[in-house]
């Protein structure tokens, strides 16, 4: 029996090597390409700077948008935190907006008839031409900017949500009927679990414009002071001419949407990566 399960395994074993050793080396280049482009695009940035005496006024470099970011951290930071709060909450609050209407809509043919297109004109109607009634209207500055990035974030959500719900097997909405099963069965075990590639894939973009609308809404409030976030500061630093400082600024934006990419990216996988097939990996 040994010898025959010796003889099996070994046409198997080196197979499963270079699986395991092709695995590896994906991954470490997914992480090592976009590092190495990614440092070889500061340094070039950094190299025509100096090269061509470029004033830190006009565009400062790398390293001198780094030392701005240590010598002016504390408020930088306080800032970021500011947007990082505002940009959460109101993506907690289109997620949950979002999902429990669109739920609402997949029970109710009627409901979605009546409210969808609201939906649709609150999303179409920009930001900024309805920012200034909201901060009229709300006495908050800060409940007045979630609003305002609430709503942008809002609308994929819900839509997301309601494909997914529309996009149930028929076959098994026959079945379910054919059972007789509760609206609150249907949704909790076909529709649900049918939307979530949608849900996830509209999260994907919420995300990111969750943290655009905290930052034009903010632009457009035109709020000052200590407690406000990071589109202030650069508002602050082109008054004043302080260009590297309005840098370090846009960096930590961009930081924070990196970031909510990455976490929302993590969480697909984990959602789906066992069962769909946008998150299967498969061996090439």
Known sequence: MQSISTIDAGPE????????????????????????TLVAAIGGWEWAVRAYEIPHY???????????LWTDGPSLMGSAWFTVKLTVFSLGLAILGGVLLGALF?????????????????????????????????????????????????FPILSGTVIGLRSADH????????????????????????????????????????LIGAVVAEFVAGA?????????????????????RMFAALVLVSVLGVVIFLATAWLSRRVLGHWHESEIRREQ
Do not use: H
């Open 13 to 36: 074993a080196p197979v499963n090597a270079a699986a395991i050793a092709r695995e590896r080396r994906e991954k470490v280049l997914t992480w090592l390409l976009p590092v190495v």
């Open 58 to 68: 006009l565009i400062p470099a790398p390293s001198r948008i780094a030392q701005t």
């Open 106 to 154: 997949a029970l109710s043919r009627a409901v979605e008839m009546s409210l969808f297109p609201f939906a649709v004109i609150l999303q179409v109607t920009p930001v900024v031409a309805i920012a200034p009634l909201i901060l009229i209207y709300v006495d908050s500055t800060f409940a007045a900017l979630l609003i305002c990035a609430w709503i942008v974030a809002f």
């Open 171 to 210: 076959n098994l909405r026959d079945l379910f009927t054919l059972y007789r099963a509760t609206p609150w069965q249907r949704l909790r075990f076909l529709l649900a679990p049918s939307a979530l590639p949608s849900f996830m894939a509209a999260l994907k973009v919420a995300g990111g414009l969750s």
């Open 224 to 244: 000052a002071g200590q407690n406000t976030g990071l589109a202030s500061r650069i508002i602050e630093s082109s008054f004043r001419n302080e260009i590297p």
